[in-house]
């Protein structure tokens, strides 16, 4: 719309064109029928010509008027109907938003929390990217999505991390491992064993390495893989042992896996939500930041 045409003078012109009338027109917009006119010749001087034909007896339209007259319904329509998608997306009755989540928690907590977010907004399409927790942070960091669930990435500028809980490393043992009469196992007894890791750069193998490296432990890195729910597989297979987030350690039970809590070192890692610093938040994407709060306030 040109800069010097203005809504009230849109819907001065359509109220009078449909009208053909001022005094019906000026009830139908609120406007004194001296301000209607006004707001009607402004508008033809804008265009540069007539849109309406005045005498003392008739109101009619010019073929210009007639020509433009569904146009200035259009803008008119189109201009309402932003102000309600608008007011629809602030109001959370509308609206898209995606998340990208790392799948331990993608697959196990994350159903939950939508499950309560669907019911407070309905409305609202939810996209969930389940990506390792390295890519979250990179996928956060570009703008493609505006949250993310990962590991704390640590001390950024860009970045804020709002922590939800803490996850701690379980052990992995098939069916019938030895180990599996203990309540709890050290880390030293996986070193025993054919032991399966994530693959580097994973930085629970960085987390992993760098822990057990300092207190002199040296797992026997025998398989690698680039998904926990692949080394779960392996695990049950019989291929080794491994130490897996305990995020997902139903879904090892799945598998036929037995998980043990670690000690020695108890080794844990924050989990959280990772933010842009300096972009503000959508309301979508501020509501489900709430309902995250709010489903780990007491974690």
């Known amino acids: 719309m040109p800069a010097n045409i203005t809504l009230k003078q849109l819907k001065a012109f359509v109220a009078v064109a449909q009208a053909r009338s001022f005094a019906e027109a000026s009830e139908l917009v609120h406007l004194s029928q001296p301000a209607l006119s006004i707001a009607v010749k402004n508008l033809e001087e804008s265009v540069g010509g007539r849109l309406l034909a005045r005498s003392t007896r008739t109101l009619a339209l010019t073929p210009e008027g007639e020509e433009f007259l569904p146009v200035a319904q259009r803008l008119l329509s189109d201009w309402a109907g932003?102000?309600?998608?608008?007011?629809s997306r602030f109001s959370l009755q509308r609206g898209r938003l995606a998340l990208a989540a790392?799948?331990?928690f993608a697959s196990t907590e994350l159903p939950e929390v939508l499950s309560s977010f669907r019911e407070s907004y309905p409305a609202i399409n939810v996209t969930i990217h389940d990506i390792i927790a390295e890519?979250?942070?990179s996928t956060v960091r570009s703008g493609r999505v505006e949250l993310g669930v990962s590991f704390d990435p640590g001390e950024t500028e860009d970045l804020?991390?709002?922590?939800?809980?803490?996850?701690k490393f379980v052990a992995a043992l098939p069916?019938?491992?030895p180990?599996?009469?203990?309540?709890?196992?050290?880390?030293k007894s996986l070193t025993e064993d054919a032991f399966i890791a994530l693959q580097r750069p994973s930085s629970i193998r960085e987390l992993?390495?760098?822990s057990l490296a300092d207190r002199g432990i040296f797992l026997s890195i025998e398989f690698e893989a680039n998904q926990l729910i692949t080394i779960g597989r392996m695990v049950a297979s019989g291929l080794g042992v491994s130490a897996v987030p305990s995020l997902i350690e139903s879904q090892m039970q799945a598998l036929g896996v037995e998980c043990r809590p670690l000690l020695e070192p108890g080794l844990s890692r924050r989990v959280g939500v990772v933010m842009r610093r300096r972009y503000p938040l959508s309301r979508q994407a501020e509501a489900l930041l709430e309902q995250l709060r709010k489903t780990y306030s007491g974690a």
Not at 179 to 187: A, F, H, V, Y
């Open 179 to 187: 180990l599996l009469k203990q309540d709890c196992i050290e880390w």
């Open 135 to 137: 890519d979250v942070v």
């Open 208 to 210: 992993v390495d760098t």
């Open 102 to 104: 790392m799948p331990s």
């Open 160 to 167: 804020i991390f709002e922590p939800l809980f803490t996850d």
């Open 82 to 87: 932003a102000f309600d998608d608008l007011n």
């Open 175 to 177: 069916n019938g491992h």
